[in-house]
């Protein structure tokens, strides 16, 4: 990434960790990046835990507060497991090596963690789907994502981070869509306009393979990105799969969302009270 | 007149409650603001999302769509009272055991209508659930793990409600 930015998906340059091992044996991490729900507490919480031999519950982790870490580049493009775990790996390391040195409780170490290079999951994504030529409604019969991640430090997160990305990318796909008006003006200004995937959105049927037979040599943990996996790779997935379904009528499906309102246009391309490339 | 304020009583999570309120005002701006239930989640505002809902007399509403003025003499629960004591409700259980919340945000609303659903629907489907919690919206789980913790919750409801003998 040449936006001089903070990285995404592992690149420079990096994120900070702070370690304290105190004088009763436990330790706390200091983390630059901020847990809204992706697990980071708990998965820091392990790294550390791992790497120093200690009860995980005997780690806590501080994050989100500008006046208690350092310095940080946040939360967004797989960055967690990527920069902020091998970052809390390295300064527990080098906080254990103080302790094993000699240096007496509390040591700490920190840490700016950078890898020059992105740690892409690769895989595969194969869906089945049904169009309704009545109403153009697309239904996912059956879809199976399988992606080779490296290494799980937590498999309860890596799992839901690929469940949640799947919906994100079937919204992408199917619903989701911000819309104007000739003006600039957004049309879809609320949930009730811009469509999220419900329950009923995701498919009747759902496998998901981790694989963790090949971790990434760029980093110290192995770890590659896997929250992107679902987003990325759901729109090419449905969009093959519609146009598969409607090969006849050789269909341009280019551009999500593969909204009933466009497949419809696309099944009927002589009725003019369609539209079909809006 | 604009503004005048209405005495309101009502039961929360079984104690009882009262406070004076504006006529605009909804319930999930009483419980958030006046009593400081705050688990009662905001998050679209137009009923659309699910996150606020609560039971009004035994049935799920959304909290966002009425008036506290409404709720005067009802009996109101919120995710506050779902659990017992430092017990959690099995559906609060599950959805932890089941990793069904990320963010939490969504999570009071699929309880407490996960709570109806399975009082009205004690064995369901995965196809009855997902029809159940289809007007609820949660941008993290993908709604995977929260159908497996619903499942799981009426399996342990049915447990601690079979006769002893059962077993």
Redesign the interface.
């Known amino acids: 990434m040449e936006d001089g930015g903070l990285g995404g998906l592992g690149t420079t340059p990096g994120e900070f960790a702070r370690v304290v091992i105190d004088e009763a044996g436990g330790a706390t991490v200091y983390s630059g990046v901020a847990d ?4 980071f507490k708990t998965m820091l919480a392990q790294v550390c835990a791992e790497e120093l031999a200690l009860d995980f519950e005997r780690v806590s982790v501080v994050h989100g507060d500008t006046s208690a870490v350092a310095s940080g580049g946040g939360t967004w493009a797989s960055r967690g497991a990527i920069l902020a775990a091998n970052a809390t790996l390295a300064a527990a390391r080098a906080a254990k090596t103080k302790l094993a040195a000699g240096a007496r409780a509390p040591v700490e170490a920190s840490c700016t963690y950078t890898q020059p290079r992105m740690t892409y999951s690769p895989g595969a994504h194969v869906v089945a789907v049904e169009v309704d030529p009545d109403t153009g409604v697309v239904t996912l019969l059956r879809q199976v994502i399988a992606y080779e991640i490296g290494r799980s430090i937590n498999p ?2 890596v ?2 981070q690929i ?6 990318g079937i919204g992408g796909a199917l619903l989701e869509h911000f819309v104007y008006d000739e003006h600039g003006q957004p049309l879809a200004t ?3 306009d811009y469509l ?1 995937p ?3 959105d ?1 498919a009747l049927s ?1 496998t998901i393979i981790v694989s963790e037979g090949a971790p990434s040599p760029s980093n110290a943990l192995g770890v590659k990105a896997v929250g992107e996996v ?1 987003p990325s790779s759901a729109g090419a997935a449905i969009g093959n799969a519609v146009a598969d379904a409607l090969a006849d009528l050789e269909p341009p499906v280019t551009m999500p969302p593969f909204s009933p309102e466009r497949v419809f246009g696309w099944l009927n391309p002589d009725r003019s009270d369609t539209e079909g490339t809006t | 007149v604009n503004g005048a304020r209405r005495r309101i009583a009502l039961t929360v999570n079984g104690e009882q409650r009262s406070g004076s309120v504006e006529p605009r005002w909804t319930l999930a701006d009483f419980l958030r603001e006046e009593l400081r239930l705050t688990g009662t989640h905001l998050g ?1 505002e ?1 009923g ?2 699910g996150a606020c809902t609560v039971h009004l007399d035994g049935r799920s509403v959304r909290s966002c769509l009425v008036l506290a003025v409404q709720a005067d003499g009802a009996e109101v629960l919120t995710v506050e009272g779902l659990a017992t004591g430092e017990h959690l409700h099995a559906l609060q259980q599950a959805f932890w055991d089941a ?1 069904a ?4 945000f969504c999570t009071p609303g699929f309880l407490l209508t996960a709570t109806e659903f399975l009082h009205e629907h004690p064995d369901p489907s995965e196809q009855e ?3 159940a ?15 497996r913790a619903i499942r799981a919750a009426a399996d342990t409801l049915a447990l601690g409600s079979a006769p002893a003998d059962a077993a």
């Not at chain 1, 809204?36 to 697990?39: D, P, R, S, T, V």
């Not at chain 2, 919340?101 to 939490?104: A, D, H, R, S, W």
């Not at chain 2, 919690?133 to 159908?147: E, M, Q």
């Open positions: 809204m729900g992706q697990g309860g997160i799992e839901g469940e949640g990305g799947l919906a994100q609320s949930f009730m999220l419900t329950s009923l995701m759902q679902g | 679209c137009h659309v999302c990793h919340l990320q963010c939490g659930i997902r029809e919690i289809a007007g609820y919206l949660c941008r993290c789980t993908g709604y995977v793990t929260i159908v």
